[in-house]
């Protein structure tokens, strides 16, 4: 019973699962068309620039039931995963960068399931492109030679730089990055290099032209961005001069190498020859001379070396081709020729590690003599090095590197396939000095770099460094301090200079010399740099104890360098203290001091420092003295006359004592000096005058001198009372131009006299006596009851007429002669004329001073 029910459940199952089956149907994508970004993916596409992390798609479908569906975006093994898409919700993201240049198309699998039914299709996305690609010249660089007679407007080279990208991004286009007076152009859309037209070329001008060349793409969009992309190359053009040297051959020596798998006619090598006549050159030949054993053949043009046979039909391993080129002139003759040697490796195993060659055949040691301090970049062309490695692909790259001291020279090139020539190029000169050491050695490394066996060779590079003159003299201080006792005997050392020159030889030794103020009592030996007094100086620090001069020292070239030498002269105590007399006389003042002072010529302390002590002294202990300054002073018990009359019993106390001076030198010098003090008390005075007084009583010459001062600057009053008087006295007696308007009498008017009571003439003679005159005038002046009378004004002269100019107007001045008469009567005969001047002359002096009262009484008139 139990089996019957449980068949009975069994088959109902299996009823309801085929019923079930029948009615379930896959869900499926939509497909909305290639514009749409949902669905299923089919026709999409995406651009290159997109940023990782973007949503870019939606997997959109649906399952007829309505059950919910799951999506995935799968690759094929081994392609690489660009695109992720999230189960439930179909979004899917980019997650690596895309590059359409490397891969313009992804291929991907796209699924859909309701958890029963999958359904999966192929879709392909394609990328689309950005301008993200900046154009790529191609067959760098740039170097043409052309003869400096090519003819303007010439085609002489042929740009190409390629840009990945599609479309206008894609497209390139030329132009020159140079100023407009450049003698070169370039066809924008075919790159041809040509000669400007109306240009030409000269070589003794400019033998190398560098033009830039900048590639420009039509431009695009990047990043939703429009943008145009650039690069630049540099083109250098040789300029070839006129020829007249035979052809030689360029890079030489020459490797090639055959492989096993080379096939009759590959390349093997081209040979290179070049006129040396680089303004024209001739064509070039070129043939094998011998050493090919007839396996090889050599285009006579292009100069490449081919293999004629197989390989295996070789019979050696190393073939030497002595190879010709040979100018062809005109009419097809050969005219001069250079012969070279092409060495040819048979390859077969990376058997053979790198070898150095010089111009002998390998070698292992390379050794040059140069100059110390080449310039930065220089080449070192006294090394002929060649390096190779005659195995072949990557079993024959290497790297070169030098060993040594670092950043003073560098290798050239540093990574080499097959073969090199080695350049070693300067690029510290400061460590090629031969004062640091007269050689430079050097190991250079040649190692393999992707062979397991990692071959490598070594050899040793040796500079042999040869002198120059670069370096100055250079003392070993900017300046010498030297002491010198001031009683040194002449040609005494004072100091001892040095400078030093690392140069070798002539150039290394050193000359000294001394110029200077205060250098000519001073000596240098030339060679030592020993620093003497002269054999006559006689140095003293009292007079001058301070010197400096300059020292020189200069090598065989004149290169020198200066030094400063300070020279103190060091006082000796050669002098004792000096008072001004053996005998001094002072007067004391009860309770004030008295000073006694020596003096020591000495230049410096302690020498000419004095110490004032008392020697003697009556009465005994009656006196103190300052050590320092020498103030002498009584006892402080003794206060008063009495106390000082108590003790000498005499009514006038006059002691006296013996000060000694002694200096504070060594030896120490002294000496000493008689003071007599006459002891007095102080006298009640009172005022300015009186201190004075007191405080100048044992310095008379200080109130001298005070009473000089005031004496000068009473007289300098004075003189300015006296000046400022004169001069108002004298602005005031001014007659001034327009007060002075005085109209000349008519000539027969009478003049006015004036009578002189102290001049009295007898006879005709007694005119001219007048020696006594000015003394009765004095003995009649000075009297003060006889004065003489006044003279008379004269009558006011009527108004000036209008129509006379004020330069016109006469004056009236009175002339004294006897009598006072106007200037007008002046027109006298001849005899007159001589007879009135010479009375004139005899009377000048009392005319002046009558002249002057006359002013003073007609102030009013004028």
């Not at 009473?714 to 004298?730: E, K």
């Amino acid at each position: 019973m139990k089996k019957e029910k449980k068949t009975h459940a069994l088959l109902f199952l299996l009823l309801i699962h085929f019923t079930s089956g029948k009615t379930d149907y896959a869900p499926y994508f939509y497909d909305n068309g290639p514009s749409s970004t949902n669905g299923n993916m089919a026709l999409f596409s995406i651009s290159e620039d997109t940023p990782v992390g973007t949503q870019v798609y939606i997997l959109n479908g649906t399952d007829p039931e309505g059950d919910p569906v799951r999506y995935c975006l799968t690759f094929e093994k081994g392609s690489q995963e660009y695109l992720r898409a999230e189960p439930k919700s179909g979004n899917v993201t980019l997650i690596q960068e895309l590059d359409r240049e490397k891969q313009d198309e992804i291929s991907a699998l796209v699924s859909i399931t309701d958890g029963r039914n999958k359904v999966i299709e192929t879709v392909r996305v394609f990328i689309t492109d950005a301008n993200d690609e900046p154009p790529e010249f191609q067959n760098l660089p740039f170097i043409i030679d052309i003869p400096e007679d090519t003819a303007p407007g010439s085609s002489i080279y042929r740009v190409q730089a390629v840009d990945k990208d599609l479309g206008s991004g894609g497209s390139v286009s030329y132009y020159l990055q140079t100023s407009s007076v450049g003698k070169f152009t370039i066809d924008g859309h075919s790159g041809v290099f040509r000669v400007k037209p109306g240009e030409t070329l000269d070589y003794e001008t400019t033998p190398t032209h560098f033009v830039t060349v900048v590639a420009k793409d039509g431009g695009g969009k990047y990043k939703g961005k429009h943008q145009v992309l650039s690069s630049t190359a540099t083109i250098t053009i040789n300029v070839i001069d006129a020829q007249d040297m035979p052809p030689s051959f360029i890079g030489t020596p020459y490797f090639g190498y055959v492989y096993e798998v080379s096939l009759p006619g590959s390349e093997i090598f081209t040979v290179y020859a070049k006129d040396g006549d680089q303004g024209n050159p001739n064509p070039i030949r070129y043939s094998i001379m011998n050493g090919s054993d007839g396996v090889f053949d050599i285009n006579s043009t292009s100069g490449c070396i081919t293999l004629s046979t197989y390989p295996s039909m070789l019979n050696k391993e190393l073939f030497e081709i002595k190879v010709k080129a040979s100018e062809v002139g005109p009419e097809d003759h050969l005219l001069d020729y250079d012969i070279t040697t092409v060495t040819v490796r048979v390859v077969d195993l990376n058997n053979h590690p790198p070898t150095f060659y010089g111009e002998n055949g390998p070698q292992s040691k390379f050794e040059v003599t140069m100059y110390e301090h080449p310039p930065a970049g220089e080449i070192l062309r006294g090394f002929k090095i060649t390096v190779n490695d005659s195995d072949q692909g990557a079993n024959a790259k290497f790297k070169l590197r030098l060993v040594g001291p670092s950043r003073v020279l560098r290798v050239v090139p540093q990574t080499v396939l097959n073969e090199a020539q080695v350049t070693i190029i300067v690029e510290d000169t400061s460590g090629i000095d031969y004062e640091k050491g007269p050689t430079l050695s050097y190991k250079l490394l040649a190692v393999e770099i992707d062979t397991p066996e990692r071959f490598s060779a070594t050899a040793d590079i040796l500079i042999n460094l040869l002198d120059t003159n670069d370096n100055i003299p250079k003392f070993t201080s900017e300046y010498y301090i030297a002491r010198v006792a001031e009683n040194s005997p002449g040609g005494s050392s004072v100091a001892t200079v040095t400078a030093i020159d690392p140069d070798s030889g002539p150039w290394g030794e050193v000359k000294y010399t001394i110029y200077g103020s205060g250098s000519d009592l001073f000596s240098i030996d030339p060679s030592s740099g020993l620093i003497t007094t002269q054999p006559w100086t006689s140095l003293d620090a009292e007079l001058r104890s301070k010197f400096n001069f300059y020292v020189k020292a200069q090598d065989s070239e004149g290169k020198y360098s200066l030094a400063e030498v300070f020279v103190t002269v060091l006082d000796i105590n050669d002098h004792p203290p000096a008072f001004d007399e053996e005998l001094l006389e002072k007067t004391m003042i009860i309770g004030s001091p008295v000073k006694v002072e020596a003096v020591d010529e000495d230049a410096e302390s302690p020498n000419n420092v004095i110490e004032y002590s008392i020697m003697e002294a009556d009465p005994e202990n009656a006196f103190d003295i300052n050590s320092d300054t020498g103030e002498i002073q009584l006892k402080s018990y003794i206060k008063s006359m009495e106390i000082v009359q108590n003790i000498t019993m005499q009514k006038d106390a006059k002691w006296c004592l013996v000060v000694e001076a002694r200096d504070r030198g060594s030896p120490s010098f002294s000496t000493t000096a008689m003071v007599n003090i006459d002891i007095t008390e102080a006298t009640p005075l009172k005022g300015p005058m009186a201190a004075f007084l007191m405080k100048s009583r044992d310095n008379p010459m200080k109130a001298l001198g005070m009473v000089v001062v005031i004496i000068s600057v009473m007289v300098g009053v004075t003189v300015l009372i006296s000046t400022a008087l004169y001069m108002r006295n004298s602005k005031s007696n001014r007659i001034m131009p327009v007060r002075r308007i005085i109209k000349r009498r008519p000539r027969d008017q009478r003049s006015w006299t004036s009578k002189m009571p102290s001049i009295r003439f007898y006879n005709p003679a007694e005119k001219f006596l007048i020696d006594d005159a000015e003394s009765t005038l004095q003995r009649d002046y000075s009297s003060p009851e006889i004065r003489p009378p006044p003279p008379r004004a004269p009558s006011l002269p009527p108004p000036p007429s209008p129509n006379t100019r004020p330069s016109d107007r006469p004056r009236a001045v009175p002339t004294i002669s006897g009598a006072l008469a106007s200037k007008g009567s002046r027109r006298t005969k001849t005899g007159r004329h001589k007879e009135v001047n010479i009375s004139s002359a005899l009377v000048s002096e009392l005319k002046m001073k009558l002249e002057q009262k006359i002013h003073e009484s007609n102030k009013g008139y004028y």
